[in-house]
């Protein structure tokens, strides 16, 4: 990836006067210049035995990636793209057959296309095609993606190894012991991830990762430190900005901020707002019908509730069912008696994606005000808290 650069025009003029109109033709060409000469980014890469295949350059669009570009690759395996100059990440796809993130910028990324001999579990072997883009950006940005799948796995294995002690599926270990041994791996992890975005700091791919990772499954606290330790250079480029938008979205949803006043229907297909239990303290819990945590949360939840409720103390339920049906079926199964709402469109719900709601249940304690004095509690610190607020 090279940066191609605007041509300088230079003008010798002798000891004779030069006549206007000449002057004028240099003004003008000097012009075009400025105004054909735009900063681009070029990609370069390599495909040994890819002559006169295609290579095709996508880009992420609203959960969508349309191709934006293609190029057939010359007799002597080399092909290239031409893009504006920006940071920005773009998908490489080689005949459709392999895919690979590429991060754009002013430092230089070389793209090799190869084709490799694997083995089937029958033995059998098949070809198949592989991309490697090198680049210190680049490198980078693949760290950060590579961190977030090895988190999203460790999650999933817990989430399958505390549902199998449960179960009784398992009985190697205790939960206890399990719940111990799951929160040693998630500080070993999140120690790794606080030296990586410490050591990137000064690099685009960082912001992507705070953005992806951090943003979704981190405090705020957490996530404003990492925003704040990043130089200038990251700040200031378009995923930087980008970042910086969403920090600002992600504190007004969390502790000091306003909560954003949520408006949706009831079961009884009424609209009722969040900003009209303000005078009151308020339990904002996300949650679902076929969310089995949240369900064993209910218990705890009610016995607040019943105990605080002539207090003044109000739920506020948001609900991320799709269908009607089994949300009203478990308000009414477990005498759920307070305020509830749904848009009724799952995880795509607009308050939920508001709310940077990435996994259920989510909770939240509104003050009278409005403000957000806590958030994820629940159980025995729940019940503690609220406590709090009235004894």
């Known amino acids: 990836m090279l940066l191609s650069g605007c041509v300088r025009i230079v003008a010798i003029i002798n000891n004779k006067t030069m006549k206007l109109k000449n002057l004028t033709a240099i003004a003008l060409t000097g012009m075009v210049c400025l105004s054909a000469c735009t900063p681009q980014y070029t990609v370069e890469g390599k495909w040994a035995d890819g002559a006169g295949k295609t290579v095709y350059l996508q880009k992420k669009v609203n959960d969508e990636t349309p191709v934006i570009d293609s190029v ?18 773009y998908e490489l796809n080689a005949a459709k057959e392999a895919k690979k993130e590429i991060l754009v910028s002013e430092i230089p990324v070389v793209v090799t296309i190869a084709t490799e001999l694997r083995t089937a579990k029958d033995s059998s072997t098949y070809e198949t095609l592989s991309i490697e883009a090198v680049g210190d950006e680049q490198k980078v940005y693949e760290q950060g993606t590579q961190m977030i799948m090895t988190a999203s796995f460790m999650q999933l294995g817990r989430m399958f190894a505390l549902s199998n002690i449960l179960q009784g599926k398992d009985t190697t270990m205790t939960l206890d012991s399990a719940v111990v041994f799951f929160d040693m791996m998630d500080a070993r992890m999140n120690e790794s991830i606080y030296n990586f975005v410490d050591s990137a700091k000064n690099n685009y791919g960082v912001a992507y990762f705070i953005k992806d990772y951090m943003i979704r499954s981190m405090p705020f606290d957490t996530v404003q430190v990492a925003y704040d330790a990043l130089t200038d250079r990251v700040k200031q480029s378009a995923p930087g900005l980008e970042l910086k938008n969403a920090v600002e979205a992600l504190a007004a949803v969390s502790i000091g901020g306003t909560a954003p006043d ?64 089994p949300w009203k079926a478990a308000i009414k199964k477990s005498d759920m008696n307070w305020h509830h709402v749904s848009s009724l469109k799952g995880w795509e719900c607009p308050v939920a994606k508001q709310y940077n709601v990435t996994g259920i249940p989510r909770m939240y304690i509104i003050d009278p005000e409005g403000k957000i004095i806590a958030q994820d509690l629940r159980g025995e610190e729940l019940a503690n808290f609220v406590a709090g607020l009235y004894e």
């Open 262 to 325: 949520i408006t949706l229907m009831t079961p009884d297909s009424t609209e009722l707002s969040l900003s009209s239990l303000r005078g009151h303290y308020v339990l904002l819990d996300f949650w679902a019908s076929w969310c089995g945590p949240c369900l064993r949360e209910v218990p705890n939840v009610k016995a607040i509730y019943e105990k605080y409720h002539d207090k003044g103390f109000e739920i506020f339920g948001v609900s991320l069912d799709e269908t009607a049906g």
């Open 72 to 89: 057939v690759v010359a007799a002597d395996g080399s092909f290239s793209f031409t893009l504006p100059a920006g940071v920005d990440v």
